[in-house]
């Protein structure tokens, strides 16, 4: 935290600061002002004013930057300050050392910046100017100059915020609000009970505003108000607060209306007041408000196609769950399956055209197939194996160069169901992760297909020859159904060489937990005493076992196997959710890389850790 330089250090320094005349009249034009104006609008004056400012001395320069800095930070109700204050920067960043750098940074402010603002807090008229002012004060003068917080500033911020929450001073709603707020929040800190009754009645006017408004903002007094002992909330108005919510429920929920409803700001309101009804125990209130929200998002998935549909039903159903409902739940259910099952056939296909010349395949196979039949496998292994540090580059560059793919949440869709959610890229790393390694599967699908059709036209190879690699380091007792699977390949059986090695695959995962000295049973759930073998999901979401696996490894067969944002083929399989459209040589040959991975899963998982 920046604590400034010494105040005495400070109070002995000569005056530096000069606020130029261009300035000056910038600041007189708002004091004077006659029609409504907000904080960024002296802002943006301000800014224009320096732009075109002539040789300014040093002084001049500090002085305006002083007067841009005041309008420039933020108030932030919701988000920590790094200064631990009220006021915080527009944004932050980091110098080359790692040190953080803030936008603006109060870093060269000082003792006479404070006095500054001081004598504006004092001399202004205008509520707007004059509350700035002395809350940037009271907020950051210890931070900036030391001392303590002085109480007089805090009260006239709070009168300054409070006049100006009439309509012909602020222009915005919004901008009342957070006037009315701020009071309310100064005034609960220095407990001055008058003020804070003022806030409050003043802010509970512009709640009843926005309810008959009905167009936004209807929430922010009862957000603030409902629970809050310090504000001196009494038994009339949190009732009348609940009964505005009740009354938005009713407005928005009108089915019968389209201009009307809204289930989205339904549901905003129910959840308060389900929250509310809840901790005063009055159950049957909450699950009819959970009942509210169920009929309201089935009617608002009758409106739309079978996409929104299947994406909009799933809270009816969470909905009539926790309302009590669960026939309905399980309607809700049904009709979802089968919506889910009709946005499927809406799905058009994407294809990306790749060109690939034939002298670069030939490049590529000749590095990868050699003489020797053991060094080739090993070179299909690790090529094909996906670099998770190198994924989640470029994951992270999707932020810059896709923003909107990166910010949007996606769903995988099954059948009858939605399969799996992706998050964005900021909110489900790991997810976005997985996708894009299971894209990549994709897209090396035809360098691999050609890397072993090279392999069989250079080596005499046969089942064994794979079987033998996938237990080159003794992971498997029995290669019987190894061989087995990989014949089916050879012959064109697809069908049986992923139901064959699928669990193979598995069974092999498990061997690798053994050799690494760890328990490949738990505690079977149900049956006391009784013992069950590990599962993928057991091994891949283990810290323990997936530190031991490294990240490439890990992320190889959760993304291939094991996580609903990938492939999932052993859940597809182990299920019976597989379909006989999905069975592809694209999948039966990333089970036979999977062998191969076996082979050299040690020298991976040490190299790559």
């Known amino acids: 935290m920046n604590q400034g330089r010494n105040v005495k250090d400070q109070e002995e320094m000569p005056a530096n600061l000069v606020i130029p005349p261009a300035i000056e009249e910038v600041i007189l034009s708002f004091e004077q002002a006659e029609t409504p104006f907000a904080v960024h609008d002296v802002h943006q004056a301000l800014v224009k004013a320096r732009q075109e400012l002539q040789n300014p001395t040093e002084a001049e320069n500090f002085g305006t930057w002083a007067e841009i800095l005041a309008f420039t930070l933020v108030g932030s109700r919701t988000e920590a300050s790094p200064w631990g204050t009220f006021f915080a920067p527009l944004g932050s960043g980091a110098h080359t050392d790692g040190t953080p750098v803030y936008f603006p940074d109060i870093a060269d402010a000082n003792a006479e910046v404070i006095h500054h603002w001081t004598d504006r807090a004092k001399g202004m008229k205008c509520p707007v100017l004059r509350a700035r002012y002395a809350d940037l004060v009271w907020d950051m003068g210890p931070v900036i100059a030391g001392g303590h917080r002085d109480p007089e500033m805090a009260r006239s911020a709070i009168d300054a915020y409070l006049a100006s929450v009439p309509s012909p001073v602020l222009p915005k709603l919004h901008d009342r609000f957070e006037a009315a707020l701020r009071a309310l929040d100064l005034a609960c800190l220095i407990r001055d009970e008058e003020r804070t009754a003022f806030a409050r009645e003043l802010l509970m006017e512009l709640h009843r505003e926005a309810v008959e408004a009905k167009e936004g903002l209807w929430w922010l007094a009862y957000d603030r108000l409902i629970q809050d002992k310090n504000a001196g909330v009494t038994a009339e108005e949190r009732q009348e607060l609940v009964n505005s919510m009740e009354e938005m429920v009713l407005h928005f929920g009108d089915t019968s209306s389209p201009k009307k409803f809204n289930p989205h700001a339904v549901q905003d309101a129910a959840t308060r007041l389900i929250q509310h009804y809840t901790r005063l125990r009055q159950y049957d209130d909450a699950r009819r408000l959970h009942a509210v929200v169920a009929r309201s998002f089935e009617h608002f998935a009758a409106l739309g196609d079978a996409m929104l549909a299947s994406s909009v039903l799933q809270t009816a159903v969470n909905a009539y769950r926790d309302a009590g409902m669960p ?13 889910t099952g009709q946005a ?38 690790t090529e094909f194996l996906p670099n998770r540090k190198e994924i989640e580059n470029q994951v992270r560059k999707t932020m810059e160069e896709a923003p909107l793919m990166a910010h949007m949440p996606q769903e995988i869709m099954a059948d009858d169901h939605v399969a799996a959610k992706v998050g964005s890229v900021e909110d489900d790393p790991l997810g976005r992760v997985l996708q894009q390694t299971t894209m990549r599967f994709g897209l090396s699908d035809i360098w691999l297909e050609q890397t072993l059709n090279r392999l069989f036209e250079t080596h005499s190879v046969v089942p064994e020859h794979f079987a033998g690699w996938a237990n080159r380091l003794g992971i498997f007792e029995d290669v019987t ?11 064109g059986d697809l069908v049986k060489a992923l139901h064959v090695l ?10 690798i937990v053994g050799q690494l000295g760890k328990p490949v049973t738990k505690a079977h759930p149900a049956v006391a005493g009784a013992s069950v073998a590990l599962t993928m999901g057991d091994i891949l979401y283990s810290d323990e076992l997936t530190e031991a696996l490294g990240p490439d490894l890990t992320l190889y067969f959760l993304a291939l196997y094991a996580d609903p944002r990938g492939k999932n083929l052993r859940n597809q399989v182990a299920h019976g959710l597989i379909k006989p459209g999905e069975v592809s040589e694209h999948v039966v040959r990333l089970l036979i890389h999977t062998l191969l991975v076996f082979g050299v899963w040690k020298e991976l998982a040490e190299k790559r850790r």
């Open 502 to 511: 699928v669990p193979q695959a598995e069974s092999g995962l498990r061997g």
């Open 481 to 491: 159904f190894l061989v087995e699977g990989v014949r089916a390949w050879f012959a």
């Open 344 to 381: 499927r056939e809406q799905m058009a296909s994407v294809t990306t055209e790749i060109k690939i010349s034939r002298e670069d395949m030939d490049k590529f196979c000749a590095a990868i197939v050699v003489d020797d039949l053991g060094a080739t496998f090993a070179h299909l292994a």
């Open 327 to 339: 026939e309905d739940s399980k309607r809700a259910r049904v009709l979802m399956q089968e919506r």
